[in-house]
C-alpha cells in the first residue's frame, strides 16, 4: 500500500512539471512574435516613413484657412494712392504736365476699383462699398473724355482741363460715400482739389492784343464769319507786330499799317486769357498761305481777309502747329 502512492505522487508531480514547461516555451514564442511584429528593438508606433515603405499612405498636413484682411485697411490701401495723384494736379503751368498728372489719377482711380471689387465688405455697408465702386469707375470714364478733349484740343490750356476735370459728378458722389463708410467705422481720406470752373472771357471786337509802330497808311479789314471769336496777327520774321481780336460774326479793321511784307496767322477759339494771350478751349491756329504786302506811294494799300471758307475765295490757309505760332 505504501508503494502505490509513492508511485502516485511521483506520476502527479513531473505530469505538472512538463505543463509548466509548456506554457513556459508558449509564452516565449508568443513574446518572440511580438518583439517581431514591432520591427525589432526600436519599439514605439510606426513613423509615416516607414509606413510609405509598407505602402500604407500618409495623412496630409492640415492646410490652414487664408484669412481676409480687415477690409478697413483694404479701403485705406486703395484711396490713400489716390488721394495722393489728386493733390499733385497742377492748377496752371504746362498742359503736357497736367496730362501726365491726369494720368496718375486715371490709373490710381481704376486701380482702387479693381482692388476694392474684390474685396469681402460687412454686410452693414455693402450700399456704401457698391457707391464707391461706382463712383470710381465714372471718374475713370470721365478722365478718359478729359484726356481725349485734351488730345483734339477742344481743352488747351491747364486752367481749362483742370476746371472740365472738376465736373466729374464723381468728385461728389465719391467723398459722399466715403463719409458713410467712415461713420459706419471705416474711415479713409480722400480730398478733392479746387478745380475752378470754365470761363467764357472774350475781349471786346476789335481789341488791340498787340500794337506795333501805326506810323504808315496801310489798312486791313478782318470779316469773322467763323465759329468763334479769334485773333489775327501780321508778323515779320516770325513775330507779331500787330495782333486784333475780332468777335464771332463781327468786323474789325487795323489801320496805320507800317509799309512791309507780313505773314498773316490767326487763331480762334473760345475763352480768351489775357494773362497768356491765347485761347483756352477749341483752339485753332493757321496761317494765310500767302504773304501780305502793304505799300505806301502815291496810293496806300488796303485789304480785306474773310476768316471763312469763302465761294471764289482766292487766299488758301494751312493749320500750324501751336509751338510754331507767334506769340499775339
Not at 18 to 39: F, N
Not at 175 to 197: D, F, I, K, N, W
Not at 234 to 243: I, M
Request: hydrophobic share 40%.
Amino acid at each position: 500500500m505504501a508503494s502505490v502512492r509513492t508511485i502516485g505522487r511521483s506520476t502527479t508531480g513531473r505530469a505538472a512539471a512538463r505543463a509548466t514547461g509548456a506554457a513556459g516555451a508558449l509564452a516565449c514564442a508568443v513574446l518572440l512574435l511580438a518583439a517581431c511584429s514591432s520591427g525589432g528593438g526600436g519599439g514605439g508606433a510606426p513613423t509615416p516613413a516607414r509606413l510609405a515603405d509598407r505602402g500604407v499612405a500618409a495623412s496630409p498636413a492640415p492646410v490652414p484657412t487664408p484669412t481676409a484682411p480687415p477690409y478697413g485697411s483694404v479701403l485705406v490701401k486703395w484711396i490713400n494712392p489716390l488721394n495722393t495723384a489728386l493733390a499733385k494736379l497742377p492748377p496752371s503751368g504746362d498742359l503736357t504736365a497736367f496730362g501726365a498728372a491726369l494720368e496718375e489719377v486715371r490709373s490710381a482711380a481704376a486701380s482702387a476699383g479693381s482692388g476694392l471689387e474684390l474685396a469681402d465688405e460687412p454686410p452693414g455697408v455693402s450700399t456704401a462699398h457698391r457707391q464707391v465702386l461706382v463712383a470710381l469707375d465714372s471718374l475713370v470714364e470721365h478722365i478718359t473724355k478729359v484726356q481725349a478733349d485734351i488730345e483734339d484740343r477742344s481743352l488747351c490750356a491747364t486752367g481749362s482741363a483742370l476746371a472740365s476735370f472738376g465736373q466729374a459728378d464723381a468728385l461728389v458722389t465719391l467723398p459722399t460715400a466715403l463719409q458713410s463708410l467712415a461713420a459706419a467705422g471705416y474711415p479713409s481720406t480722400l480730398t478733392v482739389p479746387q478745380t475752378g470752373t470754365l470761363q467764357q472771357r472774350a475781349l471786346d471786337n476789335g481789341t488791340l492784343v498787340r500794337e506795333g509802330g501805326r506810323d504808315g497808311e496801310g489798312e486791313l479789314t478782318i470779316e469773322n464769319g467763323g465759329s468763334s471769336d479769334a485773333v489775327l496777327s501780321l508778323a515779320l520774321d516770325g513775330k507779331s507786330v500787330h495782333s486784333i481780336y475780332v468777335g464771332q460774326g463781327k468786323n474789325a479793321t487795323l489801320k496805320g499799317i507800317e509799309d512791309g511784307t507780313y505773314t498773316v496767322y490767326f487763331a480762334g477759339g473760345t475763352d480768351w486769357d489775357p494773362g497768356t494771350k491765347a485761347f483756352t478751349r477749341n483752339c485753332g491756329f493757321s496761317k494765310f498761305d500767302d504773304t501780305m504786302a502793304f505799300e505806301t506811294g502815291r496810293t496806300y494799300t488796303t485789304w480785306t481777309l474773310t476768316l471763312q471758307p469763302t465761294v471764289g475765295g482766292n487766299a488758301t490757309t494751312s493749320d500750324v502747329p501751336e509751338g510754331s505760332y507767334p506769340l499775339p
